[in-house]
């Protein structure tokens, strides 16, 4: 892909710098010179790539991204095909006996105060019910290097037995009114470690929709919906990160003070 050779290209340069002394128009009294970035340095030249959002950063096939970080294609559901009809139709009957089960006056979930924490229950029925289901197996994929992990993209690894065709399933939760939200519900991270998929496969996001509890009040899941990820279009969010050990160095601090 022309944007992923693009953006190495630029990348490459700025972290082969990385150990490089660090720059400074004034040095401090006392302190060593440093050495001074020319305009055409390599992050001179990364920083409005990276601002060019809109022509570089945006539309880019997840197919593309997942056979680029792990050589495995996504398939594209097939409805002509017996083993997806087969397996949509057992994914939707778990989606709905989820939905049930969760949505129960005396279910788990009830007691959970924020959305963020009930998205384990719903992967976990969802495990449970489609591996008890004839003629599936589903479990947690496993990494590359043959652990187990539950962050990260896909939480559910489904095998049709009889014809060995693999799918992915991602389940989400969000609220009434915000389908059309622009704020990010997705994110997959190309690493080589903690990459959990393994096979080519169909890829799935199923989302739970919620009405807005009211304190004290009860979650309700009212729909579901089975999106095929083969034509979803991704976006690459460049973020320059640090830590506070990266922050606050002996040699960077420049004032102190303690309370009393």
């Given at each position: ?115 963020n924490e ?6 976990n029925t969802l ?134």
């Open positions: 892909m022309r944007w992923l050779v693009a953006f190495f290209v630029l990348v490459l340069p700025v972290i082969c710098r990385a150990a490089a002394p660090a720059v400074e128009s004034e040095p401090r009294p006392g302190a060593p010179a440093r050495a001074t970035v020319s305009s055409n340095s390599p992050v001179d030249q990364l920083i409005p790539w990276l601002l060019n959002e809109d022509r570089e950063l945006r539309g880019i096939a997840f197919s593309e991204v997942i056979f680029d970080a792990t050589g495995k294609r996504v398939l594209a559901f097939n409805p002509q095909n017996e083993a997806d009809r087969r397996v949509v139709k057992q994914i939707s009957a778990a989606c709905d006996e989820t939905m049930k089960r969760l949505n129960a006056p005396d279910s788990v979930i009830q007691n959970v105060g924020r959305i009930v998205s384990s229950h719903f992967e495990r449970d019910l489609l591996s008890s289901t004839s003629g599936l197996s589903c479990d947690s994929p496993p990494t590359i290097e043959g652990k187990v992990q539950r962050a990260g993209y896909p939480d559910l690894r489904i095998v049709d037995l009889a014809s060995r065709r693999v799918f992915y399933l991602d389940p989400k939760l969000y609220a009434v009114g915000s389908r059309n939200s622009s704020f990010r519900t997705f994110y997959f991270e190309p690493k080589t470690a903690t990459n959990k998929v393994g096979d080519d496969a169909v890829h799935f996001i199923v989302g739970f929709e919620h009405e807005r509890r009211e304190k004290n009040g009860r979650w309700k899941f009212t729909r579901w919906d089975l999106v095929d990820l083969s034509h979803f279009k991704v976006k690459l969010k460049a973020e320059f990160q640090g830590s506070n050990y990266d922050i606050y160095r002996a040699e960077a601090i420049v004032a102190s003070g303690k309370g009393d």
